[in-house]
């Protein structure tokens, strides 16, 4: 059943026109696909959509993961696009310049436009 489906995100946004442009900019990424009220992007693994909605509230926890190969050739790609890395000292998490590391991988997490969570992670195989 399910265990066979494809899955993707989808994260709500206030303003549409002000998402693509953050994501364009600082992200590098465009809609692969645009319909009334929401837009998709496609990853190299995956794929996640974008719809625009008046709730305001948003999530405080991690809403979509991106993995990838070097944490922190990634971070430096995307602070040179002003992208800003959540600092954290929670039970089981703690950063370091925005990184919280651990036995097998590592992970820095920052906001989009909207305040929704994303993830940039590195786990070793």
């Known amino acids: 059943m399910l265990a066979e489906a494809t899955t ?7 303003d549409m026109d002000r998402a ?11 809609p692969v696909n645009e319909f009334e009220g929401g837009v998709m992007y496609e990853t190299a693994g995956g ?7 008046a709730v305001s509230g948003r999530a405080g926890h ?15 790609e995307l602070r040179s696009h002003g ?7 929670l039970p089981g998490i703690k950063t370091t310049d925005g990184v919280a590391e651990w ?6 997490w920052f906001k989009d436009c909207e305040g929704n969570v994303l993830c940039i992670m590195h ?3």
């Not at 993707?8 to 206030?14: E, F, K, Q, W, Y």
């Not at 992208?83 to 000292?89: G, L, N, R």
């Open 83 to 89: 992208v800003v890395f959540e600092e954290y000292d």
């Open 103 to 108: 036995p097998n991988g590592a992970a820095a």
């Open 8 to 14: 993707h995100t989808t994260l709500p946004v206030a």
């Open 62 to 76: 991690t809403q979509m993961d991106f993995e990838v190969g070097d944490l922190k050739a990634e971070m430096a």
């Open 123 to 125: 786990q070793d195989h």
């Open 20 to 30: 693509k442009r953050w994501y364009h900019d600082k992200l590098g990424m465009d």
């Open 47 to 53: 794929k996640f959509g974008l719809f625009e909605t």
